[in-house]
């Protein structure tokens, strides 16, 4: 094998397809015989196992077959020298290894998988014809064998494993480990559950170790009376929070950078690898030579090609945004001012809550049928990746959230001007949104769970009588292949589960953020459900879910931008506040104190978008050594033109100058 260690090779691909009921097939031409075989070609190993409903396939491919299916599809990677070449087998020693030692990381493995399996294709001159439980499939020439009984219904799933090891490990060292508190083993995640979700912790951990401070200031502000000094506390809170945010965010730059250059992964990186594999292509992304076919080859009319083409996707998605925009102001607007006026004319407490709870729910269906319009429409862009359209989505989705948390809020702190009326809002908002939808993420999967086995178990004692006794379920793989994927509540064709986790970030950051000086104790309530969030997310994905499709990723994707926008509207709103807490006569008069606030709003401003410019957002060590690998390889390219330029001088003879 090259001289290089054989790593442990794990099952992590199950294939799920019907128990045979009758007993006298031609074995030649049984239909899961014959599919196992075609796996063993290709040299995957192959372990089958009999489910109460089901039969499962379990697949591991060793090394060498992992590495020469890479070599067909072409994969870069990171080589010593600093530079991103195509992967060769032949040359497998030149190539770094993952933090955790092994030679390609889950994503590149679950890539080679996808190719290894569906990848078999009809090479002989004639169909083959293939039998299972009386039923005939005709595998034609050039067709793809598992595409095809796909298509049948015969293969009924394909999806990754949980390696029983490793997931034990993260159990004990991450998801339960609680004295942790906001320390994680991001690496292990990351060799595990890919780039994507490996970001996301990361960020939840930051996000929570960095909210000690305000916590901890909004503690002192809750246990301290301050007196007539309570103006004046309030603006140095506020200005704290602004500049803990904006610090936050250009620091977390530099951590993703650093992480990104720990794990080898360059900026570059096919960020459209994840949903490749799932066949997810959207016919309305053109690539350079399908836009050239359509509009002709005319090397001048190329450029007017492109802008043409750059013009008309600007154009499209401007029509979107403002489809979804509209339809925010005229439909769901007003549904939020009668909420938040019947929610002020109410005076029972019980009847307050109540009418809270029963908003979020009636919200959530109106904000899934706004998400799912705003799929419809993104078919429509002209966006380069897949993950170009996710952002595109979450700007859309986060468009109606954005107005079902925050308008009712914004009428109680701006129009009735309520203190009071406004932290009890708050107070609802942050406790029945966060434990209603920490109860939802927790408990749905396990209901769904729960509610597939039995099922199960209610079919087969129809199939076997009443007589048959409690039926257990024994095999791992079908236990998993029982528990639901790990899927986003809207747009699952773009995104997966990472896209309610990190909404449910952003709208708590906007909450704490948009309204501190109300409220400033909600930044110790958020650091708590931070805290749990982190283990409660992790034991999620590690028992509830099966092992998610890897995404590859750079960073968190639009996320960040929203984060940003919230910056900038918490100082607008926070100042909007003080304004208000100032002015008592409601006069809306320039005094010094008003003055004061608003040169103050402005400097913050100011302050935002200029401290990107002091602080870098990649560490020194990285840029160096981006600059000394650039360095390498420069140097051995030159070196290998020079020795192929002096090989041809020598074979061919000095070139005679005319």
């Not at 320039?590 to 100011?606: K, T």
Request: proline share 3%; aromatic share 14%.
């Amino acid at each position: 094998m090259n001289g290089i260690e054989e790593e442990e090779t794990a099952f992590e691909i199950g294939v799920v397809v019907p128990k045979r009921n009758l007993k006298d097939e031609n074995e030649g031409f049984d239909c899961v015989e014959f599919l196992v075989d075609e796996f063993r070609k290709v040299g995957l190993i192959v372990e089958r196992v009999q489910g109460i409903a089901d039969e499962f396939i379990k697949l591991a491919a060793p090394l060498e077959t992992l590495g020469r299916a890479a070599a067909e599809l072409h994969l870069k990677k990171r080589t010593h020298i600093g530079m991103d070449l195509q992967f060769e087998w032949e040359e497998v020693e030149a190539f770094v290894r993952q933090p955790d030692g092994s030679l390609f990381s889950w994503c590149e493995r679950f890539h080679c998988y996808h190719h290894l399996i569906y990848g078999i294709v009809n090479k002989s001159q004639s169909a083959v014809t293939l039998k299972f439980d009386g039923q005939e499939f005709h595998w034609e020439v050039g067709e793809c064998l598992v595409r095809k009984l796909e298509s049948e219904h015969f293969v009924r799933q394909v999806f990754p494993l949980h390696d029983e090891i490793k997931r034990k490990k993260l159990l004990k060292i991450w998801a339960l480990n609680w004295w942790e508190l906001t320390n994680q083993p991001i690496d292990e995640v990351y060799s595990y559950f890919g780039t994507k979700i490996a970001i996301y912790f990361a960020f939840l951990g930051m996000y929570t170790r960095w909210m000690f401070f305000p916590a901890a200031f909004a503690i002192t502000l809750q246990l301290i009376d301050f007196g007539s000094l309570q103006l004046l506390v309030l603006p140095i809170f506020f200005v704290g929070i602004i500049l803990w945010a904006v610090m936050f965010s250009q620091f977390w730059k530099r951590k993703n950078s650093a992480l990104l250059a720990r794990w080898q992964i360059s900026y570059s990186a096919g960020v459209d690898l994840g949903h490749k594999l799932l066949g997810m292509e959207w016919s309305s992304l053109q690539s350079p030579v399908e836009l050239l076919r359509k509009w002709g080859t005319d090397k001048t009319n190329e450029k007017e090609v492109y802008q043409r083409n750059e013009w008309f996707g600007c154009l499209m998605r401007f029509r979107n945004d403002a489809i979804v925009i509209l339809s925010i102001i005229c439909l769901q607007l007003p549904f939020e001012l009668a909420y938040a006026h019947l929610y002020e004319v109410i005076g029972s407490d019980f009847l307050k809550f109540t009418l809270t709870a029963v908003y979020l729910l009636v919200i959530q269906h109106f904000t899934r049928v706004g998400g799912k319009i705003s799929v419809k429409l993104i078919k429509y862009e002209n966006n380069e990746t897949t993950e170009k359209r996710a952002d595109s989505l979450v700007y859309k989705v986060f468009g109606l959230y954005f107005m079902q948390s925050y308008i009712g809020i914004f009428y109680h702190a701006l129009l009735h001007r309520n203190i009071l009326t406004l932290r009890q809002v708050l107070t609802q908002r942050l406790l029945v949104y966060q434990v209603f939808e920490n109860l939802l993420e927790n408990s749905l999967p396990y209901l769904k769970y729960s509610y597939k086995k039995y099922r199960v178990r209610n079919k087969k004692k129809r199939e076997k009588g009443s007589s048959i006794g409690k039926i257990q379920f024994t095999s791992r793989v079908e236990k998993e292949y029982l528990k639901p994927s790990y899927s986003a509540s809207i747009g699952e064709e773009l995104e997966d589960g990472l896209f309610d986790d990190f909404l449910e970030l952003a709208l708590q950051f906007g909450m704490i953020m948009m309204f501190a000086c109300a409220f400033p104790l909600a930044f110790a309530f958020s650091a708590v459900n931070n805290i749990t969030e982190i283990r409660t997310d992790a034991l999620k994905l590690l028992t509830m879910f099966k092992r998610p499709i890897p995404r590859a990723a750079t960073n968190i994707g639009a996320w960040l931008n929203i984060f940003q926008f919230l910056i900038v509207m918490s100082i607008c709103t926070n100042c909007a506040i003080l304004v208000w807490l100032y002015d008592h006569e409601g006069n809306w008069s320039i005094e010094p104190g008003l003055a004061a606030i608003l040169v103050m709003e402005h400097l913050l401003l100011l302050i935002k978008f200029g401290f990107s410019r002091f602080v870098p957002e990649e560490p020194a060590w990285v840029r160096a050594s981006r600059a000394k690998n650039a360095t390498q390889a420069q140097d051995m390219c030159s070196k290998q033109l020079l020795r192929t330029i002096s090989v041809g001088k020598k074979a061919f003879g000095p070139v005679k100058e005319e």
